[in-house]
């Protein structure tokens, strides 16, 4: 996919094109690009890295290692799942896990979803 700077819909790479180091470190020190526009089907799937809360009510939206989804309707319209809860709160930034599968797998966060104790 085409890398695109969130701030301002620049395509900073196209698709197919290599990014090297050095290029993601010279974009990184002259402060070109901090965030990355991504299609949705990029983060469905993946796991969200801490707890997102309602700072007013301390409602918890989203709990750290929740896997982000759709709920779809028969009609394959969105109706529900985390994704969306999130995006019906306003929340457009999501910190997620960085798990590619095959530097980092997802072991650690597997056991602990595993684990049904929910105290010390």
């Given at each position: 996919?085409?890398?695109?700077?969130?701030?301002?819909?620049?395509?900073?790479?196209?698709?197919?094109?290599?990014?090297?180091?050095?290029?993601?470190?010279?974009?990184?020190?002259?402060?070109?690009?901090?965030?990355?526009?991504?299609?949705?089907?990029?983060?469905?799937?993946?796991?969200?890295?801490?707890?997102?809360?309602?700072?007013?009510?301390?409602?918890?939206?989203?709990?750290?290692?929740?896997?982000?989804?759709?709920?779809?309707?028969?009609?394959?319209?969105?109706?529900?799942?985390?994704?969306?809860?999130?995006?019906?709160?306003?929340?457009?930034?999501?910190?997620?896990?960085?798990?590619?599968?095959?530097?980092v797998g997802p072991?650690?966060?597997?056991?602990?979803?595993?684990?049904?104790?929910?105290?010390?």
């Amino acid at each position: 996919m085409d890398l695109v700077d969130a701030a301002t819909g620049e395509v900073i790479l196209k698709a197919g094109d290599k990014a090297t180091p050095r290029m993601v470190k010279k974009w990184i020190d002259e402060g070109k690009v901090t965030d990355l526009l991504v299609p949705f089907d990029y983060i469905l799937g993946r796991f969200v890295a801490s707890d997102i809360i309602n700072e007013e009510t301390g409602e918890i939206w989203v709990e750290a290692g929740d896997e982000l989804t759709w709920e779809l309707d028969k009609d394959g319209e969105v109706k529900g799942g985390t994704l969306k809860t999130l995006m019906d709160q306003g929340i457009t930034e999501i910190p997620v896990l960085d798990i590619d599968n095959v530097n980092v797998g997802p072991y650690l966060r597997n056991t602990m979803a595993a684990d049904k104790v929910m105290n010390r």
